[in-house]
C-alpha cells in the first residue's frame, strides 16, 4: 500500500495526493502546533507543507513505508522559515511609530482552548530548550516517532536524534523540578506532556 501510494505520488498523481492530505493533514497540523503554540500558524504551516510536498515529490523513495516522517519534516522546516519570517516582521513593525495602544482579546480566547491551556503546562520549561532539542521531542514524544524515523524527518544521523531528546529530556526535567526540590525525581518528568501526544499511523 504504502510503496504504491508513493509511486503515485512521484508521479504526480493528483488523486494520491488528495488521499495523502486526508491521511495525515491532522498530524501535520498537530506537529506545527506544537512547535509553534499557534493555531493559525499551525494552518499555514499545514498549507506550505503540502504545496512544498507536491513540488518535492519527485525526491520520493518509490519503496518505503509510511511517508508521514517525509511530511513531518517538511513541516519542521516550513515551520523555521515561518519563524524567521515572523521575527523578520515584527523587528520591522517595532521600527515604525508606535500608536495608541488598543487591547488585544486574542490571548483570552485562546487561554479558554483546553490544548493550549494544557500546552501553557510546560511552554516555560519548552522555552528552555535549543530548537533543534524542541523539533526532536515534538517528533519523538508527541509525534510518536521512533529514532530511525525522527533521523529521516529532520535528515540527521540517529545518533544525534538520541543525543537531542537527552538532553532535551534532562532540561525538561530540571525545568518542571518544583521550586525547593533536591532529592530524586521520580519517573520521567516528560510524561507531563505526553496527553497531548498522537497515536501513530
Request: charged share 30%; proline share 3%; hydrophobic share 45%.
Amino acid at each position: 500500500m504504502d510503496t504504491h501510494l508513493r509511486k503515485r505520488i512521484r508521479a504526480g498523481d493528483h488523486a494520491a495526493f488528495g488521499e495523502l492530505f486526508d491521511a495525515y493533514a491532522r498530524s501535520v497540523y498537530n506537529h506545527a502546533y506544537r512547535l509553534t503554540g499557534e493555531w493559525a500558524v499551525a494552518e499555514d504551516v499545514v498549507s506550505l507543507t503540502f504545496l512544498d510536498a507536491w513540488r518535492l515529490r519527485g525526491r520520493v523513495d518509490e519503496e518505503g513505508g509510511s511517508l508521514r516522517p517525509w511530511l513531518l519534516g517538511i513541516a519542521t522546516n516550513v515551520t523555521r522559515n515561518t519563524r524567521r519570517a515572523a521575527r523578520r516582521h515584527a523587528a520591522a513593525m517595532a521600527r515604525l511609530p508606535r500608536e495608541d495602544a488598543v487591547r488585544d482579546f486574542a490571548d483570552e480566547v485562546a487561554g479558554r482552548v483546553d490544548d493550549a491551556a494544557r500546552l501553557d503546562l510546560v511552554r516555560t520549561a519548552l522555552a528552555a530548550l535549543r530548537r533543534p532539542e524542541r523539533e526532536v521531542l515534538a517528533l519523538c514524544v508527541w509525534a510518536g516517532l521512533d529514532y530511525a524515523a525522527a533521523a529521516e524527518a529532520l535528515g540527521v544521523p540517529v545518533g544525534t536524534v538520541r543525543s537531542r531528546l537527552s538532553r532535551a529530556r534532562t532540561k525538561l526535567a530540571k525545568q518542571m523540578e518544583p521550586p525547593g526540590f533536591h532529592g530524586q525525581m521520580r519517573g520521567d518528568r516528560t510524561t507531563a506532556v505526553r496527553p497531548l501526544r498522537e497515536g501513530n499511523r
